[in-house]
C-alpha cells in the first residue's frame, strides 16, 4: 500500500472551470498525488463566468460551493471593508459572501482530516473567515513578487499568513523576497511539467514556420505588444506566420489590431492540444506584464522551442536564460520584442542550439520530482 493511503488533500481555487495555468497546473498535482494514493478533490468557489472544460485525467473529485460569484472589488475581511462596501451599495454581494462561507464551513466540517491548499487569494480568504487555521492551512500564491507590489497583494498574503500554516511560492527568488516583505512562514512550492507528455516523445524533426503564443486574450497577457512587434520585422520572412492560442475579453480589440496591421497572424481559440501544437511550431513568445512561473514556457521547453519572453517575473528568468533557452526583453519593450523575433526567425542554427538548451534546462521541473516536493511537504502536514 502507498505511503500516502489515506491521506487527504482539498486544492482550493476561485473557479475551477476557468480558462487558466492555475486551473490546468492543479489538476495535474491533483492527479499526479492521487496516483500516489492520496485523495484528493478540486474545490471551486463559484463557476466562471465563461466556463472551459479543462482536460484532465478524472482522478481527482471536483466540487463547486456556490452558484456565482459574489461580484465584489474585495473581500469582506474586516468590519471595516464591510461597511465601505455597503455605503457602495455593494450589501448583497457581503451577504452572497457570508453565505458562500458558511457553506464552505460545512463543507470543511465533513474533512477534518483534509490538508487544505488555497491557490488563490480570493479562496484562501473564504477559507480564513470560515475558520480554517494552523498547519491544515496552506496559501499558494501563482504570481510574481512584482505582480504582488503592482495589486497591492503583500499585505493580503500578510494578513493570511497569520493564519496560514505556510504561503507556498512557485521559486525561492521570491520566496525570499516576499520574506523580506514579512509574509511570515513563506516556502517554495514549485509547478510540475509533465516533461514526457509534452513534446519529448514523437517530436516532429520539421517544425512549420510559425511562432506560437499560449496565453489568455487579456490584459496581463500584453498581446497587443507581440503582435505590434511582429508587425515590424514580418515582412522580412515571408511564409511565417503567428498564431495565438487563448480566449479573453480582448480578442475583439486583438482581431482589429491584426487586421488594421495586416500581419500574418491568427487568433486560434483555445486548445487541447498544446503539446501537439508546440511540436509543429518554431518558436515560442510570451509578452506578459507578470507571470509567477509562465507554465506555457516551461511546456513549450519541453517540446524543445526556444521562447521570446518579457522579463514578467522572477520564475520567467528562471525558465529563459539568454544565450542558453531564448531571449528576454524589458516588459512593454516593442522594438526589443522585433528584434529577438527577428534573430530567431531567421537563425535555424540559433533556434536549434535555444531550443536543445531548454529541453535540458526544463529536466529540473520534471513531474515526479516536483511532486515528491510536494508530497514532503503535505506529509508534515497529515
Known sequence: MSAMADRHLVLAMDSLDALGGVQRVLRQVGDGLA???VRVELLGLFPDADPYVMPSRGLA??????GASPTLLYSPTTPWRRAKLRVRGQGGGVGAFDRGVVRLRDY???????????????????????????????????????????????????????????????NETDRRAFERAGVAGTV?????????????????????????????????????????????VAPRHPGWRLDLYGDGP???????????LG????LCGPTDDLQGVFARSSVHALSSVHEGMGLVIAEAMCAGLPTVSTDAGAGVRELVRPGRSGVLVDVGDVDGFAAALDGLVGSPALRAELGAGARRLIEHHDEPRVLDEWAA??????
Open 35 to 37: 496516483d500516489r494514493g
Open 61 to 66: 473529485d471536483e466540487h463547486v460551493l456556490v
Open 108 to 170: 470543511l466540517a465533513a474533512r477534518p482530516d483534509a490538508v487544505v491548499v488555497a491557490t488563490q487569494l480570493r479562496s484562501a480568504e473564504y477559507l480564513a473567515a470560515a475558520g480554517l487555521g494552523g498547519r491544515r492551512f496552506v496559501v499558494q500564491y501563482h504570481d510574481s513578487y512584482e505582480a504582488a507590489l503592482l495589486h497591492r497583494d503583500v499585505a493580503r498574503l500578510r494578513r493570511l499568513a497569520r493564519r496560514a500554516g505556510a504561503v507556498g511560492l512557485l
Open 188 to 232: 517554495t512550492l514549485r509547478n510540475p511539467v509533465d516533461v514526457t507528455g509534452l513534446g519529448r516523445d514523437g517530436l516532429v524533426e520539421r517544425r512549420e514556420p510559425v511562432i506560437v503564443s499560449g496565453s489568455r486574450y487579456d490584459d496581463q497577457k500584453a498581446l497587443h505588444v507581440m503582435i505590434e512587434a511582429w508587425s515590424r
Open 250 to 260: 480582448l480578442r475583439g480589440p486583438l482581431a482589429g489590431q491584426i487586421d488594421r
Open 263 to 266: 500581419v500574418p497572424a491568427r
Open 377 to 382: 511537504f503535505l506529509a508534515e502536514r497529515w
